[in-house]
């Protein structure tokens, strides 16, 4: 046990410090903290190059690491009703993106049914075009899981929104004061549909 929480703080903190890189913002890493842990690694070394980035693919581009067609992809329903019956999900969903970071799209939300949010993680933080429309549709292909956003990654989310141009109070920031669990996706790869 003791490894599976060691193993997912080293990941928690590369993904932080690479988003804040991404983004321009020089929080300290360890900020995100992840509580889950898949079987196969993370390897986000240096110079992990994207595989797809902005290929063509008929109907949909792609980016990420894993080439992956629009066919037999999941739907929300299926993709949930698996997470509760297994406790995992790690396929192609089919989504409608709701949100996508506007400093630099190393990251998207989608609705789930229950009218809640889903933040979608880019694996090594490959990037989708910011433009990216509301309601776009899209396949993403990677894993459903549990995740902790600490305290200060839930103000650097609030501080990407600001910077984007969103009017952000700072009764938002400080009601901001646990971390908070959510499900979140960990995306190998994204069709977005052109």
Aim: net charge negative; hydrophobic share 35%.
């Amino acid at each position: 046990m003791k490894h599976i929480v060691l193993g997912s703080a080293i990941l928690s903190a590369l993904y932080l410090s690479s988003c804040c890189g991404f983004c321009g913002n020089d929080a300290e890493a360890g900020n995100h903290d992840s509580t889950h842990v898949t079987e196969e690694a993370h390897h986000e070394e240096e110079g992990v190059a994207i595989a797809f980035d902005g290929v063509d693919k008929g109907d949909y581009t792609l980016y990420g690491h894993t080439d992956i067609t629009s066919d037999s992809a999941a739907t929300l329903t299926e993709m949930f009703t698996q997470m509760e019956s297994t406790g995992a999900f790690t396929d192609k969903v089919s989504v409608k993106i709701a949100e996508v970071c506007q400093k630099a799209g190393c990251w998207i939300t989608f609705d789930d049914e229950k009218g809640g949010s889903i933040r979608v993680f880019f694996r090594d933080h490959f990037t989708i075009p910011i433009e990216t429309a509301t309601g776009t549709e899209a396949i993403l292909y990677g894993s459903l899981v549990m995740d902790t956003l600490s305290v200060d990654f839930q103000k650097h989310l609030l501080d990407d929104a600001k910077e984007a141009g969103e009017e952000v109070s700072q009764a938002e920031y400080d009601a901001i004061t646990e971390d908070k669990i959510e499900t979140t996706f960990d995306c190998e790869s994204i069709l977005v549909k052109k």
